[in-house]
């Protein structure tokens, strides 16, 4: 939606909405806790930007591992580091 600078959009408030359940994913488990150091896994048609969020959450965890992802052919890879 494209609005002018001087046009307001006024929301309405609504009571009693309930959300939708909660989606899970697709049952991926990530292996990080059985990773090694230079060891690395695939994730086919993954994209880049998801899968980096996803590493930087779990390297702020405070256990020491630390995870790298880029995109490969067909997908992304993600790397232990340390």
Do not use: C, H
């Not at 609005?3 to 309405?12: D, F, G, P, R, V």
């Not at 806790?33 to 048609?45: L, N």
């Not at 980096?52 to 779990?58: D, E, W």
Request: hydrophobic residues 40%.
């Amino acid at each position: 939606m494209i609005l002018n600078k001087k046009e307001t959009i006024i929301l309405e408030i609504e009571k009693g909405i309930e959300k939708p359940a909660a989606q899970k994913r697709a049952g991926i488990k990530y292996p990080w806790a059985t990773m090694e150091v230079g060891d690395s896994f695939f994730i086919p048609g993954g994209k880049l930007r998801s899968i980096k969020s996803l590493v930087y959450g779990r390297n702020r965890k405070r256990d020491g591992g630390k995870f790298s992802a880029f995109s490969v052919d067909g997908g992304v890879r993600v790397w232990r580091d340390a």
